[in-house]
Each structure stands twice: as structure tokens, then as C-alpha cells.
């Protein structure tokens, strides 16, 4: 999740974004909200991760 703000008070100003926050929520660590809400549904923390790295490489592929 990113947190941003958009302004530009006067006419010469344009747009402007200001980045204020970048998380990771759920946090995808093993003791954090992802982790435990898998879980719950009996999935592991390594099992979770793996899953989702093998779908966003099959998805996309290794872009560095």
C-alpha cells in the first residue's frame, strides 16, 4: 500500500504527488496478519510465500 498527496495550490504550480507512506500490510512476514490469517485456513507461512513468488513469476516472469 502507498500513501500519497496530491496538490498544486497556484496556477503555475501544476500537479504535485507527494509519496508520505509505503507498507506491507498485511505484513507478509511469519508473524505478521498475512501469515495468521493463512493460517487459519491451515496454509503455512513458507507454503504461503512460495505460492505467491511461483504465481507473480508465472505471471510476469523474472523482470530484475
Do not use: H, K
Amino acid at each position: 500500500m502507498v500513501d500519497a498527496g496530491l496538490g498544486g495550490d497556484g496556477p503555475d504550480d501544476g500537479p504535485q504527488v507527494w509519496g508520505l507512506e509505503t507498507s506491507t500490510l498485511p505484513g507478509p512476514s511469519a508473524t505478521g496478519n498475512m501469515a495468521a490469517m493463512a493460517a487459519a485456513r491451515g496454509i503455512g507461512c513458507n507454503t504461503l510465500i512460495t505460492f505467491m513468488l511461483s504465481t507473480a513469476l508465472a505471471a510476469y516472469g523474472y523482470q530484475p
